[in-house]
Each structure stands twice: as structure tokens, then as C-alpha cells.
């Protein structure tokens, strides 16, 4: 395990640092840390003016340091030295430890920064993040552990990943992960409260991600209706005492669901079920899940068919006469002079006032990006991303819009 400190050019007094039932008298918390932690190796990062105040006294108090040359922060381009210098002391997949108790201006900051970009990009695990609480008029100073505040990082990244894609898998472990720790700890021993929903919930929005990644309306819907039966209450509780930076994005989380929720779908009126579906479609656009978004509107096309001809949506053989009704539209749209198909009667004949030629041109379009898609680019005369894009943001949902007006009211 590596421990990264860092020497500013301050007059550091000597103290007594305490960690839990340990001591250690010097003028440096570093030395501290490294008697009280198994540290293998000491990188101290300093200036050439801290050098000159601290480095022979410093080495001598931590025999195993070493000794890492970075300016002094004054601009954007010598952060970034910095930056690089931290970056370089590090192996992947090493063990670090942080020191952010000395060091100029912004840089103790700006370097745990670096640590946890390191713990993302280079599978470096930070074993803790220490702060020496040195007090003039005390004899002893106690090192605090700031390695909770790692956990920030984890709660910025689930967020913002909730925000650009609807997804809340990782929010959702990070709650099954604070309410797991707290009892596999034996914290309910010892504590008044302890947390009852956070678990619960945390796999009931997992679960709902994974519908919406994998384009499962259905249990989609399913699994929003049960969110009602959590006790908001309860979960407010549970999230004020043990997820605090959960409790700014709860009510958003429900709020953007909670629109899908619809208890035994397969059981509830198709043309309820459909809006539903046509909701989550413009969900995916907005979010600019493209692929689900083609792939949700091609089946939506079938299934708004297949109500208005009063078939059963969820049948296979059903599904694939629309299928065959809407293909053969599509070769008959190109010679009409040739007799209708038989495939094509249904449509005509249960459904009067379907304008035929929007639905052929409508229909082509949508298989073939659909198709495009399914065979990722294996095929001579591919589609370019960029116009599949521009067809799901300004086409689809108004044109499943338009379908949907053949649905009896």
C-alpha cells in the first residue's frame, strides 16, 4: 500500500497525532500515518521550496519516502503537471492512501480529485483519505477519516448517469449497499434507527432500469406499480438518516416512473396499455436511447394495428398477419395497378379511413432502420447513425402519434 502526502512550505509544529489507540509525536502527520497504517512506500509530493524547508527533516522522520518534484499550482497548465505527477506515482490496480492534511493553495483538493479519477480509470482502490487536525494550544492532534466522502463521487456519477439515460442502477445499489453494510456491521445493535426501505427499494428501480434498457414495457409497467406499495414515508426516513444525497433526486426518481405504472398490464385495456407505451417511447427519444426508441416503435405499429382490427396484441400468429398485411402493403404501394393482396383486406376492410399510402411510406421507412439496426451495420447499404437519428427525433413519435388516431376512442 502507497501512502501520497504532500509538504507544503508552512513552520510545522510538533504535535502528538492520535489515531484511535495510537500515538506518534513529530511535526509530520505522514510519518504518523505511516506507523499506524501498513504502508509499503511513502511518495511525497513538494515543491522546490517545500524541498528546501522539509525534505531533509521529512526523510529522515519517513524513512520510506520518496520524494516527487510538482510547481507550485499558479495556473491551469501546472495543475495539470500536478495531476500527471500523481498519475505517474500510481500502478494500476495499486493500493493508495491519501494524505490531504499539508500542501499549497488548492492542491490537497485538487490532487483527492485525481485519486478518485484514478479509482475510476485505473481500478485503483484508495484504502482511505486522512486529514491531520493540528491545534496550536493542544498537545494532541487527531486524524480524521475523510474516506466517506469517497462515496460523493459514487452518488455524483449514479446521478448523472440517471439524468442522461433514465437509468437508476447504480443509485439503486447504492442504496442496497448502504442498508446491506449497515446490518452485515452489526450497526442495528448499537444504533436507535435503522434503515427498513432503502434495500427494497434500491432492487425495485434496478429492476425498473433493466425493463427500460432492455425495452420490457410491460414489466416495465409492472414493476412502477410496485413502488406504490413502499411506504414513502418510511423510505423518506430511511434516506434522511442514511442517504442523504439520495433525498435530492426521491421525489424525481418517483416522479419520472411513476408515469409508466400500470398494475397487471397484459389485464388492463390495450388502448390504456398502448399510451403508455407511446409515453415510454418518447421517453427513450428524449433521452436519446435511439435504439430502444426504433425498436419500441416498430412493435408499437404492430400492436396499434392489431387493436384496431380487434385482434389480441400479445398473439404470434395475430402479430405476424399485421406483419405480412404491412409488408405486402408496401410491395403493393409500388404497382398499384396489380390486384390487392389478401394479406391487405384486413387492414382496408376493418380500418376504412387508414390512409394507405402514409402507412406504406411510413412503415418501409421504420423496417428498414429497424432492420439496419438488428444487423449492426452488416450489410452493403447501411444506414448512416446520423440519419437513423434524425428519423427517431423528428419522425417516430409523431408518426406512432398519427397511428394511434385509428384506435376507437
Known sequence: ?????FLGTGNYAQTTYTWEDQELT???????INEFFDIDTVQAFLTTEARDTHWMMFSKAVENAEEVFIPSGRSEEELWQIFEAVVNAVEPGETIVLDV????RSIPLFVFLAGTYLQKS?????GGVYYGAYERDRPRSPIFDLTPTLKFIDWLTATDKFLDTGSAKDLGQLLTNIQRDFYKQGRQKREPVSPRQLSNFGKRIQAISESIELVRP???MEETALLDK???EDLQEDVGAFAQPFSLLLDKIQA??????????REASSQETLRKQVDLLGWYIDKSLSAQAILMGRELTVSVLCVALKFNYLGK???????????????WREDTQKPRPLALEGLVTMIPDLDLDWLSKFWSRLREVRNDLAHTEMRSDSLSAAKMSDFVKKDLLKDIKTLMTVLPQ
Open 230 to 232: 413502499i411506504s414513502y
Open 122 to 126: 485505473r481500478n485503483v482502490k484508495i
Open 26 to 32: 513529530t511535526k509530520y502527520v505522514a510519518a504518523a
Open 317 to 331: 400468429d395475430e402479430r405476424q398477419d399485421v406483419e405480412r398485411g404491412l409488408n405486402s402493403l408496401v410491395v
Open 1 to 5: 500500500m502507497k501512502l501520497l502526502t
Open 218 to 220: 410491460l414489466k416495465l
Open 256 to 265: 419520472d416512473y411513476h408515469q409508466f405504472a400500470l398494475p397487471n398490464p
Open 101 to 104: 492534511t499539508h500542501s499549497f
